[in-house]
């Protein structure tokens, strides 16, 4: 079975950095993309970052130059790098794994998400 792990999340004042990390296992093959995700209350859930299996990155315009999604291999692991956070970054953060699993199917999994707060 495929578990999606988040940590990281929290309280920090506009202009902090907080770092977000993803840990997938169990069932894996490969991995197609990761993202990150995000929903404040109110809103639709939107698509903050994601980094593809060849290397490749794209950002939200709202957190480009801010954030950075980077993924450790070895370890599993997708980070969500914050910096100079505003308080509209307040959400609940969501990682997305579009993974090819050992039972030879493609799909998606979500953690269970983890709360960004920031306050003025």
């Known amino acids: 079975q495929v578990q999606v792990v988040e940590s990281g999340g929290g309280l920090v004042q506009a202009g902090g950095s907080l770092k977000l990390s993803c840990a997938v296992s169990?069932?894996?093959?490969?991995?197609?993309?990761m993202a990150w995700y995000r929903q404040a209350p109110g809103k639709q859930r939107e698509l903050v970052a994601i980094f593809t299996s060849l290397g490749s990155t794209n950002y939200a315009d709202s957190v480009k130059g801010r954030f950075t999604i980077s993924r450790d291999n070895a370890k599993g692991t997708t980070y969500l790098q914050m910096n100079s956070l505003k308080v509209e970054d307040t959400a609940v953060y969501y990682c997305n794994a579009n993974i090819f699993t050992r039972w030879g199917e493609t799909r998606d999994y979500w953690g269970q998400g983890t709360q960004v707060s920031v306050s003025s």
């Open positions: 169990g069932g894996i093959v490969s991995f197609i993309t």
